[in-house]
């Protein structure tokens, strides 16, 4: 996507936001002093400059997207040599595994939760030396967990499952 | 002089001196790391301090980021590639001085200047710092809210090509910030019925999820590009090309000495950065020369220009910060969290209340610059394997510590997922073009902005002849309208030229 078009989607995105906070952020304080400046006031300011700012970069997007689709063609021709896979599924694959760990932490420990999350991210990383990467996955974790329970005396995650 | 007295009891510990050269030794292994920079080294580690006296953590972000701005110069002068962006300029002389077969000595030559730039920067931070404390005790609450517009200008020079943007993310910072607790009426505010968000954001679970999970996605696209394998230049076993001589020496003293001064006056003015600094003294290096024609090829008064100027920045960034309470560049604005994490707020008052810490962290960069030399010298062999570290093992380890340090800060699950959520943004942000740097400054300054308006406000009855009335807060004003015409001026005719 070239960047007007995600000014365009972005500034949109960021507008609808901001007009949403600026209703919404009174409805979050529950009762106050109506004399002078509100706890309202400086969020509901915010907002809408953001509401009218994003506006603003909606409609420079808008007004950019030939301009960017000419020079997106000639960077996308001149990015041909290098071959590279979409990095996007494995950014989402990055999150959930980061998500796992932390729901998996308290179930199954901090030892094996670490282990585990090491070795599925270092394969994401592309990481395919299976010797190295199962060293680091079965070191690392110990390391750390002897390093902050036993230096600095913080008590990790301990398995409630078993 | 009980202060500096106090200040050398506080500091001289065994386990702040351990602190400071393990945090000097981080800092130049992540910092020598393509890849890997110093705000997510400094962001990575403040976890780590949590449980620790403040002086001892804060000593252990010193040396991180002493060492994490020097160390971009390893890979600079070996492959070409600058760990750090304020090691761009020392690349062009040090790249070409390892190609002729003295990388020992640019190496070398990059520590020394190093070193003398952070040692006057840390002298000028000394003798600047209490002085203008002074003047910032007399502000009340028109004059806070008055520099904290101003300091708010920072986000035009950090905002990168695109000024909407970066007033975009300050404003998402501001607004983010209002999360929880109203500070005058105690009340809750924009929880939207999260009531853990009633405590507000965890700032150190926001910073990590910024600057380090952000980064360490990021890394996962470079990971997955095809790229040439590049070849570490091995330093030489001649003695001359591996050190630097006292007739080299003596040629490139002055342009230390001139270039530091220009790396400090950078520092002390707020969003500036060190990458300008080393640039500036490298064109004015050049400029002053009696061989010009060098430059690019080696010499090696351009590394000692560079370097010097990229780390005379490091002490002079806590002028603003530790005096008024704002942060010059990111990674002071990290620092300033950690100062916050610690209890400690930055600004006049520190000095009037907590004058001793003041005294021993300002002795304890000082100290930390010396040691820099003895560390990065009898490290240096180590230091440069580091560049051959494998980043689909490094990163994973990354996000482990990120995850590990923000439960450790938080204490509990909430945190990581503000984390989560955070690095995510911060991802997202990156892709479609917004900068970091001014969320966090807006989230940082946003506190000084409402409480001074609001304050000043119910003093004068809600009379905005407060803010004109009074002169340094006029003042203020009227610097941040101007620089707020210049920086819209300077960015209309750079779009209306490219």
């Known amino acids: 996507m070239n960047m007007a078009r995600v000014d365009f989607f972005a ?72 071959s590279h896979a979409s990095p996007t599924p494995y950014v989402i694959a990055a999150i959930a595994v980061m998500g796992l760990y932390i729901v998996g932490m308290p179930l199954f420990g901090y030892l094996l939760a670490t282990s585990a999350t090491l070795l599925m991210l270092s394969i994401i990383y592309g990481n395919r030396r299976w010797r ?9 974790p110990p390391a750390l967990f002897f390093f902050f329970q036993e230096v600095m005396i913080i008590l990790l995650p301990e398995a409630s499952l078993f | 002089m009980d202060i500096i007295v106090t200040g050398f009891d506080q500091i001289f510990h065994l386990q702040n001196l351990l602190l400071m050269a393990g945090g000097l030794v981080v800092g130049i292994v992540i910092g020598a790391i393509p890849g890997l920079n110093v705000p997510l080294a400094v962001a990575l580690a403040l976890p780590f301090t949590y449980h620790m006296p403040p002086l001892a953590g804060l000593s252990m972000l010193i040396g991180i980021y002493k060492g994490g701005t020097h160390g971009g110069s390893i890979s600079a002068i070996l492959i070409n590639v600058p760990g750090a962006p304020a090691a761009a300029a020392t690349a062009i002389d040090g790249y070409a001085l390892a190609r002729q077969g003295k990388a020992g000595k640019a190496l070398k030559l990059s520590i020394y200047a190093s070193v003398f730039g952070e040692i006057l920067s840390d002298i000028a931070l000394i003798l600047a710092a209490a002085q203008l404390a002074k003047i910032a005790t007399t502000f009340g609450p028109a004059e806070f809210f008055a520099l904290g517009l101003f300091a708010l200008t920072i986000i035009g020079f950090v905002s990168g090509d695109n000024l909407i943007k970066g007033v975009i993310a300050g404003c998402l910072g501001l607004l983010m910030a209002t999360i929880g607790m109203d500070p005058l009426e105690s009340m809750p505010r924009m929880h939207f019925g999260f009531y853990k968000l009633t405590g507000g954001l965890h700032f150190i679970a926001m910073i990590i999820g910024l600057f380090a999970i952000s980064e360490a996605l990021v890394q996962i696209e470079n990971s997955l590009r095809v790229t040439a394998s590049r070849t570490v230049i091995e330093i030489s076993t001649k003695g001359d090309d591996n050190r ?57 008064e351009g590394v000692a220009a560079a370097e010097s100027a990229n780390n005379g920045v490091c002490g002079a960034t806590f002028i603003p910060l530790l005096t008024l309470g704002i942060p010059g560049d ?24 907590q004058g001793g810490f003041v005294s021993a962290f300002m002795i304890g960069m000082l100290i930390t610059s010396c040691m820099h030399l003895f560390v990065a010298l009898i490290g240096l062999r180590g230091f440069i394997q580091a560049i051959k570290l494998k980043r689909s093992l490094l990163f994973p380890l990354v996000i482990v510590l990120c995850i590990t340090g923000t439960f450790v800060a938080g204490g509990g699950q909430f945190p990581i997922y503000v984390m989560l959520g955070m690095g995510i943004l911060g991802y997202l942000m990156i892709k479609f073009g917004f900068p970091i740097p001014p969320l966090l400054i807006g989230f940082i300054l946003s506190p000084m902005i409402e409480d001074g308006l609001r304050q000043a406000l119910l003093i004068s009855d809600g009379d905005l002849a407060i803010f004109y009335g009074r002169p340094i807060a006029m003042g203020f004003l009227l610097m941040t309208v101007a620089l707020v015409i210049w920086i819209t001026w300077k960015n209309f005719r750079a779009q209306r030229r490219g």
């Open chain 2, 330 to 353: 990111v990674i002071t604005a990290i620092m300033l969290g950690a100062f916050m994490v610690h209890g400690l707020i930055p600004g006049p008052t520190l000095f009037t209340e």
């Open chain 1, 132 to 140: 190295g990467l199962v060293i680091a996955a079965a070191v690392a």
């Open chain 2, 244 to 300: 630097v001589t006292w007739e080299e020496f003596k040629i490139v003293f002055p342009t230390m000495l001139r270039s530091a001064p220009l790396g400090i006056f950078i520092g002390a003015i707020p969003g500036i950065g060190s990458s300008i600094a080393a640039f500036l003294a490298y064109g004015m290096a050049k400029n002053m020369s009696k061989e010009p024609e060098m430059f690019g090829k080696g010499a090696i």
């Open chain 1, 11 to 82: 500034g949109a995105f960021l507008c609808v936001f901001g007009i949403v906070i600026y209703f919404a952020a009174p409805l979050t304080v529950d009762e106050y002093n109506e004399m002078g400046l509100t706890p309202s006031s400086f969020p509901c300011a915010l907002s809408a400059a953001i509401a009218v700012l994003s506006a603003l970069l909606c409609w420079n997007g808008w007004r950019n997207r030939d301009r960017d689709a000419v020079r997106q063609g000639v960077d996308d021709g001149a990015e041909d040599g290098e």
